[in-house]
């Protein structure tokens, strides 16, 4: 079942940090989708619930060095 999610993250407002971001999210499986906002780093994940939840995603956000608001 595919959930959408929305979270802010304080680094992703740079060209670099959104990368590595988008790099990170969209290699995990279960992650069909992720685009980030530049302006206020607002990351918007469409993810498919029966490979991924939400906990596992900020976990793996927050082992990579960023900060979710």
Known sequence: MMRK???YVAEAKSQRPIH????LLLNEPGVER??????DGEVKLE???TKIKESQIIRLIKEAGFHVE
Do not use: F, G, P
């Open 20 to 23: 590595e971001l988008e790099d």
């Open 47 to 49: 993810l498919d619930e």
């Open 5 to 7: 999610m929305t979270i």
């Open 34 to 39: 992720a685009l980030v906002d530049v302006k």
